[in-house]
């Protein structure tokens, strides 16, 4: 069973491109987050997707950064017109469909990232 | 979710146990306790989450005071890859996702 997938590992725009990061999530998981870790700094949480729908995206900054999750395919965080304060590591993570009181197996899993780098 | 406390950094001899504290005075009567960690920029690792009985697993285990304050993650028998942040994350499991916040967590060095 693969983990969470997320590619490019690395990624390197210069100021004014367009970055987009990928995200295949672990079989069965539904549910998408994203998170972004700026140099020496802790994870902080952007946004949380599921199938069609963004659930919470109030970790997203305003403009530039968009997010989707289609029908079919991977998620994607897009952003657009990148500038060196993007320069971060973004992380993916996983989880299944919570059903009810009690569930097991609640545990996000994360992908091993995709390191921006704006030159 | 409630605010956790974790000492910034602990060092721990390779082969003995890794005791990790975690204070969480404000936790309410649902809400579980998550450990992840991060080794050297890694993705985030799951380790245990519990309620509030002690939980244990192949990775550690989880010990939580009676009134659910603080916990302990215990490490048995740590290794020089076990040489992390570790993080203390407290969160409701409900319909509403997986979202976790991250504090700045206890970065553990195992050595020799």
């Known amino acids: 069973n693969a983990g969470v997938m997320q590619n490019p590992r690395h990624l390197v725009r210069r100021r004014g491109q367009e970055a987009r990061l990928r995200c295949s999530p672990m079989k069965g998981h539904s549910h998408v987050y994203w998170y972004r870790q700026l140099p020496e700094e802790g994870l902080k949480f952007m946004v949380y997707l599921q199938k069609e729908n963004i659930i919470d995206e109030s970790g997203m900054p305003k403009e530039r950064f968009s997010a989707e999750f289609p029908k079919e395919g991977p998620s994607i965080l897009r952003i657009q017109q990148v500038v060196r304060g993007d320069s971060a590591a973004y992380f993916c993570?996983?989880?299944?469909?919570?059903?009810?009181?009690?569930?097991?197996?609640?545990?996000?899993?994360f992908g091993q990232g995709t390191r921006l780098t704006v030159v | 979710d409630a605010k956790t406390t974790q000492p910034p950094s602990m060092d721990c001899a390779e082969g003995r146990a890794a005791n990790l504290p975690c204070n969480h005075s404000t936790i309410s009567g649902n809400e579980y306790v998550y450990w992840y960690r991060q080794i050297h920029s890694q993705g985030p690792q799951y380790i245990i989450h519990g309620l509030k009985n002690n939980e244990t697993n192949e990775m550690a285990s989880l010990i939580i005071t009676e009134d659910r304050k603080s916990s302990t993650l215990i490490l048995p028998h740590a290794t020089l890859r076990d040489t992390a942040v570790y993080y203390c994350?407290?969160?409701?499991?409900?319909?509403?996702?997986?979202?976790?916040?991250f504090g700045t967590g206890t970065q553990l060095k195992v050595e020799l």
């Open positions: 993570a996983s989880s299944p469909p919570y059903v009810g009181p009690g569930s097991m197996n609640t545990e996000a899993f």
């Open positions: 994350i407290v969160r409701l499991i409900t319909g509403g996702g997986n979202k976790l916040t």
